[in-house]
């Protein structure tokens, strides 16, 4: 077991000042989320964090959770104080049995001696000790509860422990390319073109609507109009055609959750910034006593729900699901230069990716696809689907305060946005960083969801059973894929944007949009 870390300060010192918590976290929800009785138990590695705890204090502070870096030792203290008033329990428990059958047999010897004045004052106090010693039992008895209930409201705070593959900082690790040649680039790079947008080409061959959705809606959000409306569903029914081709069965999933399920799969009502990520839904004053429900931001959110306190036998794993559905995100418009047309929206399809595999202890042979398998797979998904769409991409291995609370590991991929390119200084050549931008990710979250949503593996036996690892990854988002293939397709002197060859069956056969030369 991990030392205490110096300075320690006493427990019950600790008591007397509220443990502090970042607004943001699940921790600081936890208490406010109605959770009903049919509601999944979560089951936090707490023996792992105790044994760990240096490790997990490390992880919290390279994943940008400064604030849980004493959470692990916070959960040594308060594990010891428990184990300390269980061993403190047993002598007044045993001393108050012992007391209850003294007190019988006095009370049945008085009753049948009214005149004893001696037995009735040894009655008394007998029964004053029995009194005292039990107000001291539920004292200690509650206190343990407290420290019970601590550790686990601290322990599910925690985010997942970084792969050994996740770069520790900032800065993400450039992997590979996907048709692109950093040594050859697009001619166009050298001279960004601020009409190469996808807004103006969208909106020249009337293809997305801002104007109408600001009045209807407001800032962040569109209409898709014409060949912009098929291109839409061309995108989602190929990705959905990509993934059923490789085994993965098709859902469509609700796009409204109870809060406590966005949670368990660690998403946060805020982010690191303080900003509304997740819209719950108002509820009516008749409701209150209701669990809160909220918009999902991704399909991952159901799709990991569907097995929540349930088991899943081992000889169905994996268990792969493909499931397109409308998402919505809280926070358009809080990055600036994200904001712009369909980059950063409030609303947009997505077809998102997401698996069970097995967790098998170590020196098992496994009988299935590991959760690396699955990661890899996925990744073979998204670059089958980016490569096809001919977008120029790069694959980023990501870092540790890049990652959500529950990936362990996460790959995105970036396209290339002409628009987001920046104009070079006089002399200088693009800055090519400036013009990527993220479009697919895929992620490891190991056990961290299935234990905060009850999903577990049934092995041969009742007692052989374990949490499974999910993954999850995206196959096609909509609105930044199109805005890609409306840059990237653009052809200036046809003033058309080509689309690309494995999208034309569901577009009608249509070749290109806009004005045929």
Known sequence: MASIKPPYVCINCRLTNRLSRRNFTASARHSEILRPATAPKPTPDVKSIRQNAELYSKNSVERNYPSHAEYPYKILELSEEARRLDQDLKSPRSRIKQLEKTIAKLASSARQDASSSASGEELAALRSEAQQLKDESHTMTT?????????????????????????????????????????????????????????????????????????????????????????????????????????????????????????????????????????????SDKDKSKPQRSLTGTAEIPLAAMYAGRDLDASTLPLKLVGASRCYRAEAGSRGVDTKGLYRVHEFTKV??????????????????????????????????????????????????????????????????????????????????????????????????????????????????????????????????????????????????????????????????????
């Open 143 to 283: 206190r343990r509860t407290t420290c019970t209930e601590e550790i686990q409201r601290l322990a599910l705070s925690l985010p997942n422990l970084s792969s050994p593959e996740t770069p520790v900082g900032d800065d993400a690790r450039l992997v590979t390319y996907i048709n692109f040649d950093p040594q050859s680039p697009p001619e166009w790079i050298s001279h960004p073109d601020p009409s190469r947008s996808h807004v103006a080409i969208g909106t020249a061959l009337d293809l997305i609507d801002f104007t109408s959705s600001a009045t209807t809606t407001g800032w962040g959000w569109y209409f898709l109009i014409n060949e912009g409306a098929l291109l839409e569903q061309a995108l989602v029914q190929y990705a959905l055609s990509v993934a059923r081709s490789r085994g993965w069965k098709v859902v469509s999933p609700p796009s409204i959750v109870y809060s406590y399920i966005a949670e368990a799969c660690g998403f946060q009502p805020r982010d690191q910034h303080n900003e509304q990520q997740i819209w719950a839904i108002e509820q």
């Open 352 to 517: 998102e990716l997401f698996a069970w595999a097995d967790n098998l202890p170590a020196g098992e042979t496994p009988s299935s696809p590991s959760s690396d398998d699955l990661f890899t797979e996925l990744l073979d998904i998204q670059t089958e689907i980016l490569t096809s769409l001919n977008l120029p991409c790069r694959v980023l291995e990501m870092p540790t305060t890049d990652l959500g609370a529950s990936a362990s590991r996460k790959r995105d991929i970036e396209a290339l946005f002409p628009s987001r390119l920046r104009a070079p200084a006089a002399g200088a050549e693009s800055d090519l960083e400036s013009g990527w931008g993220e479009v697919t990710s895929a992620s490891i979250c190991t056990d961290y969801q299935s234990r905060r949503l009850g999903t577990r593996v049934r092995g041969s036996s009742a007692k052989d059973s374990r949490f499974p690892h999910t993954v999850n990854g995206t196959a096609m988002a909509v609105p930044r894929v199109l805005a890609a293939i409306l840059e990237n397709g653009w052809d200036e002197k046809r003033k058309v944007v080509v689309i690309p060859e494995v999208l034309r069956k569901w577009m009608g056969g249509l070749e290109a949009i806009g004005q045929k030369s």
